[in-house]
């Protein structure tokens, strides 16, 4: 049994990053960019103005006071999105809207209300202004030639807005992750059957297929395949298709043999099958025809914990992403936790941020089949291979699932503890 | 001129929460359940096993131990997805699997690690065990009529794996709003132009639908209205299919008239249209025909924070969320802040999450034009209204834009600072 860093070691060393594909930017919200992108134009493109007033040569109005204003000629108006064909010359004004490109011969815009209308075609300043006051110069947000973004950077509101503004219409960015998801088992019926006696719903494959999602890959259902090699077999070539395979099912002590041994038929190198964890001891790693496959156990909350622990990484890297783990913190533990020694634990938890710190507790019953308790966790906290013991008040490590929701309002005690109503077995 | 805390109060007031429709649990990531759910069956269904062993009767092998194993008859094999016709009576015991259900007579597991072969029909335990051992219980997870989730909740993937194992192929969830963006002003052009003199590529629209997405909205692009009524008005009838408009730009002192008047003429009541802030003074609400309305500044920066202190939680309610604002945390400030006295200025920056708290600073050039900064900020330092200096390691109120970054790796000091190369205006 190998630990869980071996394990993402092993994973992480395995994993491609995607090619790229070129995509509308109204479609490329938390895509990461494939190419460095250089401005082909500089931003703002030309010396605008910063505010509605009027464009004057700061000489002109050097001794202006409320007391003695210097009267100007105003020449013409430029709108937004217009340029004058006029240039100031000694005593000349000219209206000017925000935006507006500066006209030939002005060095400063004085805001309208330092200024009075003089009547005709006069106005008259009230306060001297240095030279560049409230002009935009070119190229102060972007220069042209400047790398912009590089590379592996995030599509996140303003970078669109940035590249809209730079007028770029499309961009390379890498591509999604196609995901297959395959439930194996005998027990298993899909939603719109009615399970027999012994069985149940498959429900691994939905929380998985949301986990892609939300990690950023696309999923692809395979459906359920049955305890036989033919089944199987046919179902893990559909998902040759996809970029990386997820089985769930059949990889603890007495079933493996088949998973392992259907995928071996197949030509899969396998590189580990179990991690020394608790949920998700049998975890199987392996590469079939240059795409990895993951077997991950079958108990609901084994599989996601699994997922996150090792499978989102690997989505995060195959789209290029710099982060590929959940953010960990340093938490106060608030109430205490005991467990066998030997498998690191990773247990349910809320975590929340309070201003002297973070704080983290175990939310529920934690048996690996308990969904509940997965459901109201936002956080897990890794209790180390060879503790037993870890007192309240102690510093532990946690994994943030939900950062959001551990940095919003304090969770509710009471929505600690299932509460059930009308409870009838 | 009101307050931030003003504005968001008499927006929210305002906000209705939509209505829900029925959705595949499968599309359901992200959405806000708008039922109670309860279940219709427990979780699990039956009594089953947590792990490949014998399920046997406690009291036969309450004596066993390695040097002295109990020996049984094995009488049947139960496979997951199976049920057996067997019922155990003295000294017989039952192969079983992990997940298939715990026979009649049966009531405790023994882990097959704990058994040897005994030779033809019988095994040996090798240990005693309690009654309930390794038996799941029907209901421990989930008890039929429990009330399992309330409306409100937020469909995670633990969530989505809940209701499949529940049987749950259809939730109610409340609509996503959909979110009329419009831009206005005779500056702009579309990316398939060519910017002539004094003209600048439309970039507010596609980083309002970037952030309309992000808050779970569906953005809907009315495309660019020109300075004159008509168009306005024109524009604006079609932002009538939506639940909410977003206008951007035409809202400053001089150019608001003419959104305002057209506004008005279709019948909008207006409710404010400037806030104590910086970027971002002049932002205009309104109700139109029962929708709100928010005539956002046209500067990329103000249009994106404005969007993000009002028009986000505006939409988070809508959907039936119960957090609608972004995370807010005290940080120690790491370099000195000054402004002028009166408006409150949200300053782009960086957040950082370090072991003995947060930390921020700003981050680039603070004009409301300069996007750059926009882009590489993952948080909003508050600088309040009267003050006008924050010293270094200060505490200062930070709005989290991006908490995923600010927990994650610390950033790179030289990503601070534009470092344009090939530079040339």
Known sequence: MISVEEAQESILSRIPILGRERIYIADALGRVLAEDVFASRPLPPWANSAMDGYAVRARDIAEASPESPATLRV????QAGFESDKSLGPGDAIRIMTGAPIPGGADAVVMVELTECGGGDEVRILQAMPEGEAIRAPGEDVRKGERVFEAGAILLPPAIGMLAGMGRANVYVTRRPRVAILSTGEELVELHEEPAPGQIYNSNSYALAAQVREAGGEPILLGIARDNAEDLESHLRDGLAADLILTSGGVSVGDFDLVKS??????????????????????????????PVFGLPGNPVSTMVSFELFVRPALMKMQGKSILHRPLVLARLLAPLSKSPERRHYVRALAHWEEEGWTATAVGVQGSNI?????????????????????????????????????GPRPDPDALVAAPRNAEI
């Open 371 to 407: 969904i509940q308790s997965m459901v109201r966790a936002n956080a897990l906290i890794i209790f180390p291979e060879y503790e037993t013991e870890l007192a309240e008040g102690c510093q532990v490590q946690v994994v943030l699932l939900d950062e959001g929701a551990a940095l």
């Open 75 to 78: 020449i013409d108006e430029i």
């Open 262 to 291: 259907t995928l071996g038929d197949l030509g899969n190198e396998m590189h580990f099958w179990r991690v020394r964890m608790k949920p998700g001891k049998p975890m199987a790693f392996g590469t079939l025809e240059g795409r």
